[in-house]
C-alpha cells in the first residue's frame, strides 16, 4: 500500500475493516495499539477504540471455513481491554494449546510472548492448559516463520518457559491412560497445593496414582514428542478431515491435531441455535452408525449465571481420535456414517433438555428430540 499519499480519514467502511483484520491475521503478537499504529502511519486515521471493536471477538477463531494457521491465538486486545477495565477480579489468565473449544486450533509462540507481555503489564500469572501441548509444538514447527529446523522438544520447553504454571490431563498426549498434574512456579502456593492434595488426593509424589501409570506417564512424555508420531498422528487427522470435507460436510479448517470438528450448525441449518444442532447432529452420528463424538456449542456455553440461554459463538460436534488406537480402516467407516447422517440432515429433529444440573450441564444433561 502506498502511503505516500496525503493522510486521510476513514470510517468504518469495509475496506478498513478488511484492512484491519488482515494486520492483525499476517501480526498475530501484535496487539490492538500496534495495529493502530500502523494504520495511521498508512494514513488511515480512526480511534484505537474503532480498532478494538474490529477486533472483538479474534475473527478467524469463530469463522470455521476461514483457514489462518493458528486459530487458537488469544485475542491481545480483548484481554488487554478486560485487565485494564477488572484487573482486580482476574487471578490468572489461562491459555489452551491447542484450544479445543475452538476446532483444536493452535497457538503460535508470538501469541503467548505477546500475552505474557500483557500479563506482566498487569501483575497476572500466566498458564497453560496444557494438555495438548507436543501437538501444539509440532503446528508452530510446521508453521511459525523461524521454527521448522527446531526440535519440537525444544519448542515445549520455549513455551513453557514464558509460563508461571500448567493443568495437564495427561490422557492427552502423554498417552496415559489416566493421571495428571498441576505445575507452578510459586513455591508458596505449590505448598498450599501439596498440602491440599495429601488430603483429597494422596501423597506428593505419586497423587493417588499407581507406580504403573507414573511409569506410563514418563513414557509417554518422551514418545509424545517423537516427530515421526506427530506427523502421522496429524496427518490421520487430515485425512478424516479432508474426505469430509470433500464430501461436502462443513468442517473447521484447518484440521487440528486431535480431532475434527464439524460446523454442526451449518450442517443443520434448519434448526435454531437454541435447538442444540449439534447435539442432534451427535445424536445422529451414534444411532447411524455407533460413532460416539462431543458437541461442542450452544449447550456447553449457552446456559447464562441467570438461567437464561444465548446461542453460543459456535455449534461444532467433534470427532476426536483415540491416538494410536484406529486404523484407516476405522476412519473410512467415520467418514462413510457421517455422510449418511449428511445425506438426510433436513431430517434430523432439534432436541430439548429434559435434565440439566446447574452447572457443568454438558456432561450430563439429558435429552429428547422435539417431533
Known amino acids: 500500500m502506498d502511503a505516500s499519499g496525503p493522510a486521510r480519514s476513514a470510517g468504518t467502511s469495509q475496506d478498513i475493516r478488511a484492512l484491519v483484520l488482515r494486520l ?17 502511519r498508512l494514513g488511515h486515521h480512526i480511534s484505537e477504540a474503532t480498532v478494538r471493536r474490529i477486533l472483538r471477538p479474534i475473527p478467524e477463531g469463530l469463522q470455521p471455513s476461514l483457514r489462518h494457521p493458528f486459530k487458537g491465538n488469544m485475542d491481545v486486545a480483548a484481554l488487554d481491554r478486560l485487565l485494564a477495565e477488572r484487573a482486580a477480579h482476574v487471578p490468572l489468565v489461562m491459555l489452551t494449546v491447542t484450544n479445543n473449544s475452538g476446532g483444536g486450533q493452535p497457538v503460535s509462540l508470538a501469541n503467548i510472548r505477546a500475552v505474557r507481555d500483557v500479563c506482566d503489564r498487569y501483575g497476572k500469572p500466566l498458564f497453560l492448559d ?22 519440537v522438544a525444544a519448542i515445549v520447553r520455549e513455551m513453557a518457559a514464558l509460563a508461571d ?39 506428593p509424589t505419586y497423587g493417588g496414582l499407581a507406580g504403573r501409570d507414573l511409569e506410563a506417564i514418563a513414557q509417554g512424555l518422551t514418545e509424545c ?19 469430509l470435507e470433500s464430501a ?27 435447538r442444540y444442532p449439534g447435539q442432534a447432529l451427535a445424536c445422529a452420528l451414534y444411532e447411524e452408525g455407533g460413532v460416539r463424538a462431543c458437541e461442542i456449542g450452544t449447550v456447553m456455553f449457552g446456559l447464562r449465571p441467570d ?12 470427532l476426536a481420535v483415540p491416538r494410536r488406537t484406529y486404523t484407516q480402516s476405522h476412519l473410512d467407516y467415520v467418514i462413510e456414517v457421517v455422510t449418511r447422517v449428511a445425506d438426510r440432515t433436513d431430517e434430523l429433529p432439534g432436541m430439548r433438555i429434559v435434565y440439566q444440573p446447574r452447572q457443568l450441564r454438558h456432561f450430563t444433561a439429558r435429552f429428547a428430540p422435539l417431533r
Open 307 to 318: 438461567g437464561t440461554e444465548a446461542p453460543a459463538a459456535m455449534d461444532l460436534v467433534r
Open 130 to 151: 496444557a494438555c495438548r501441548f507436543a501437538e501444539n509444538a509440532w503446528f508452530i514447527k510446521t508453521g511459525e516463520p523461524g521454527y521448522a529446523d527446531v526440535p
Open 225 to 243: 514428542t517423537d516427530h515421526d508420531y506427530l506427523r502421522y498422528r496429524v496427518r490421520s487427522i487430515a485425512y478424516l478431515g479432508e474426505a
Open 165 to 203: 504454571g500448567m493443568t495437564m490431563s495427561a490422557k492427552k498426549d502423554p498417552l496415559a491412560n489416566i493421571g495428571g498434574w498441576l505445575a507452578l512456579n510459586d513455591d508458596s502456593l505449590a505448598e498450599q497445593c501439596r498440602t491440599l492434595e495429601i488430603l483429597t488426593e494422596g501423597f
Open 24 to 40: 492483525a491475521q499476517e501480526n498475530s503478537a501484535w496487539g490492538y495499539r500496534r495495529v493502530h499504529g500502523e494504520l495511521s
Open 248 to 274: 461436502g460436510v462443513p468442517v473447521v479448517v484447518p484440521f487440528g491435531g486431535h480431532a475434527v470438528f464439524i460446523d454442526a450448525r451449518a450442517m443443520l441449518a434448519h434448526l435454531d441455535p437454541l
